[in-house]
């Protein structure tokens, strides 16, 4: 600390600077006038006009300060004495010989500084008086007391940046003055700019560094006997010493101390910074925030930084701090955590289903100060409370032909909020475990890629027991079962390989086949709650079209299984979990020669969708609406019950030409053919490659020719029938570059 200052207060001993007053212009003194005008004579002016320049009357003398309190033997206090016009000698005659010395002994006007030390206590006075016999009298009084000594820094100004660290003590980087009231045997209620051109202030490398002092009375006893209140203000006017009006408080310290003779007490003010605005920060980018609306994006925790900003948006943090408490309240059920003591993080989860993006929670955060300290919440203005509503979103994970992958908030498109490309190499297919884990499989680099929700690095590459991963799918369980191609020509067949929850190495590898025959080209897979198998293989004509697939039903426990009989050539299946059932697309009708494909070429041209039913065991398959071409990426949805509302969803696909998508309420079969399924129009020839649905029946649909990816909503084409045209709700294109693969959160 370079400097010590020392105040001016009423009644209390300071430093100060003298200077001069420079007068008003003198006044002329009335006098009668008397004019003689006749010939030969001018204009004759009375005397007193008549010379160089009248004499400005002096007096009378000025004190500041008209008394003097000196607070212990060896305190120093500093009179100005002024008298305008008046340059010649002052005398002084003082009775305080015996308790105080006093210099200088005379001087000359029309300003002096005199000063007076005290040594011993008692009462006197100095008589100050001009040669025109002009007098002021200072009373001198010299008392018990000691010295009040404390520093401040003010921290480096800077807007408001989401930093939690530990802080001496909280003062605001936008401080620039601060009120100074002291109660006790003696009272101080002063102005003090703290700024770089501030008496006692000084720039080091951590900010501003200011020390007060003042000399008070001593206590009657060793009990503290001051109360002291500092508050800090974003504004100071150094010309009239003053806070302008408007400026906002920002922190504050009361605090008790005590005051000995002739000694000095170095107090530590703590300062608690004063609330303007409650705030929350996201502490994963799983969190995207409109407004004052927070979207929680995907399942499981998500956390978030409570923060006190004051008047100028600076976080409130350290010493100083206040400690936080989080309640939810709402439609929406969300679980919250309290935050550890002195720690701003806290947690929110969200339900395990999804809920509509209407239907919202309410977190409320409120500050409070530990006991020991300045209460800020208790200061005039102050705002300690904040409420936020939340409300959750699907994670769509995209990837195109760029080796990336974007994750995006499904229902409202905002994003991408990470994209993933460490790791990455062609990503065959994409899938989220239940706590929102990705996995990217890799049929060329012969691994799986696992990102930790909210992470763009991998926790984990799974190599064990792959070759040519395909496709991915989780049983109910959260078992992976990942679906290794094989390669016929290289007479690598293709298996089956099991890893439990959050392992890399295989519980088991299963060699697939038909009947005796191992099985090539495996091409999809599903899987029910029984960890009952279906694989689908898929071969290529010389134009890359597949065809003459085969659907091959594998029971839990064996490697052997049967072929589905009554199918032509199957595009995609899906299953139905827990009801035991399997959906298959196919095209039945197909004719293998282009440009036809599923739902064009004219009548008879058209891919149907099949239901199997094994808890059943009916025979044959039932056939759900044939009437126009289905059959492309098939998706089971089952029944929500989420705040929306319970509602039986269903089997959701596209048709093979990439032009439109219908919905099967399967859970309301049957269906007759005379009522076909919501068949929605909309999309462009050729551009749907992929869809995804999310928990309320919303569908996704990756347009790889227009890089995007367009929401469909279910309340738009659930009930309607065939062909209705519908419009998207939501269309993500941010960073998307043909997009091929979709996964969505369960």
């Known amino acids: 600390m370079n400097a010590r200052w020392a105040l001016l207060f009423a009644g209390v001993a300071l430093s100060a600077c003298g200077g001069g007053t420079r007068g008003n212009l003198p006044s002329l003194p009335l006098q009668p006038m008397s004019m003689q ?14 010379g160089d320049r009248v004499a400005a009357a002096a007096g009378p003398i000025a004190l500041s300060p008209a008394k003097l309190n000196l ?45 007076i030390t005290a040594k011993a206590k008692g009462n006197c006075t100095v008589t100050i008086a001009d040669a025109k016999n002009h007098k002021a009298v200072l009373p001198v009084v010299i008392k018990p007391g000691g010295q009040l000594v404390t520093s401040l820094l003010v921290p480096i100004h800077a807007p408001r940046a989401i930093h939690h660290g530990r802080q001496p003590k909280y003062i605001s980087a936008s401080t620039q003055a601060m009120i100074v009231n002291i109660s006790g045997p003696t009272s101080v209620n002063v102005v003090s700019g703290l700024t770089s051109l501030s008496p006692g202030c000084s720039l080091t490398l951590n900010g501003l560094a200011c020390t007060f002092g003042a000399s008070l009375a001593s206590c009657p006893s060793a009990a503290p006997c001051y109360t002291a209140t500092f508050t800090t203000y974003d504004a100071y006017d150094g010309t009239t010493n003053t806070i302008p009006a408007g400026a906002a408080p920002l922190s504050v310290s009361v605090s008790t101390f005590g005051i000995a003779d002739n000694q000095t007490n170095t107090v530590n003010f703590n300062f608690s910074g004063i609330p303007a605005t409650i705030a929350l920060v996201p502490n994963t980018p799983m969190v995207a925030q409109n407004g004052n609306v927070f979207d929680l994006v995907g399942p499981g925790v998500h956390k978030f930084f409570a923060e006190a900003l004051d008047a100028d948006n600076n976080v409130i943090a350290g010493i100083g701090g206040p400690s936080y408490t989080i309640s939810s309240t709402g439609s929406t059920p969300l679980t919250v955590t309290q935050p550890p003591t002195g720690s701003p993080r806290f947690t929110v989860t969200p339900p395990a289903a999804l809920w509509d993006e209407t239907i919202t929670g309410t977190v409320t955060v409120t500050a409070a100060y530990p006991a020991g300290t300045t209460d800020g919440c208790a200061q005039p203005g ?21 080796d990336s992958v974007g994750l995006f908030a499904a229902e409202k498109g905002i994003g991408p909020l990470l994209t993933l490309t460490s790791g990455l190499g062609t990503v065959y297919d994409l899938q989220f475990d239940s706590q929102g884990n990705l996995y990217s499989a890799d049929a060329n680099n012969n691994d799986i890629v696992v990102y930790p929700i909210g992470s763009a690095i991998p926790s984990r590459t799974i190599t064990a027991g792959l070759s040519s991963p395909l496709k991915m799918t989780f049983d109910p369980a959260g078992n992976l079962f990942v679906l290794n191609h094989g390669k016929q020509s290289s007479s690598i067949p293709g298996s089956v390989s099991v890893y439990p929850p959050g392992s890399s190495t295989p519980s088991t590898t299963i060699a697939i086949k038909d009947g005796a025959s191992p099985i090539y080209n495996a091409y999809e897979i599903a899987v029910d709650s029984s960890d009952d198998m279906w694989i689908m293989t898929q071969t290529f004509d010389s134009d890359f079209q597949p065809h003459l697939g085969t659907i091959v039903y594998i029971p839990h426990g064996q490697s052997a299984g049967t072929e589905l009989a009554g199918l032509v050539d199957p595009v995609s299946i899906a299953a139905d979990q827990t009801g035991k059932r399997l959906f298959v697309s196919d095209q039945t009708n197909y004719i293998f020669q282009h440009p036809y494909q599923c739902g064009q070429g004219g009548a008879g041209h058209y891919c149907p969708v099949y239901e199997y039913n094994y808890a059943t065991n009916a025979s044959p398959p039932q056939q759900l609406v044939s009437s126009v071409g289905y059959g492309g990426n098939l998706q089971y949805v089952p029944d929500s019950h989420t705040g929306f509302g319970s509602q039986s969803l269903g089997l959701f696909a596209d048709n093979d030409y990439g032009t439109n998508f219908a919905y099967y309420a399967v859970n309301r079969l049957p269906i007759p053919l005379s009522n076909p399924p919501g068949f929605t129009g909309g999309l462009e020839p050729g551009t749907s490659q992929a869809i995804a649905v999310d928990g309320l029946g919303d569908v996704f649909s990756a347009t790889g020719l227009n890089n995007t990816v367009p929401g469909f909503a279910f309340s738009t084409f659930s009930g309607g029938g065939e062909d209705q045209p519908v419009t998207a709700f939501v269309t993500m294109t941010n960073g998307l570059r043909a997009p091929a693969v979709l996964a969505i959160t369960p």
């Open 37 to 50: 005008i006749g010939h030969g004579s001018g204009l004759r002016l009375p005397s007193a006009l008549a």
């Open 71 to 115: 607070f212990g033997t060896g305190k120093t206090g500093k009179v100005t004495v002024t008298e305008k016009n008046y340059r010649k000698s002052f005398t002084m005659k003082t009775s305080c010989s015996k308790v105080a010395t006093i210099v200088p002994a005379s001087a000359k006007g029309p300003s002096f500084v005199l000063t």
């Open 382 to 402: 102050a705002v300690c409370t904040g409420a936020f509503a939340m409300d959750m979103q699907s994670l769509l994970a995209v990837a195109g032909g760029s």
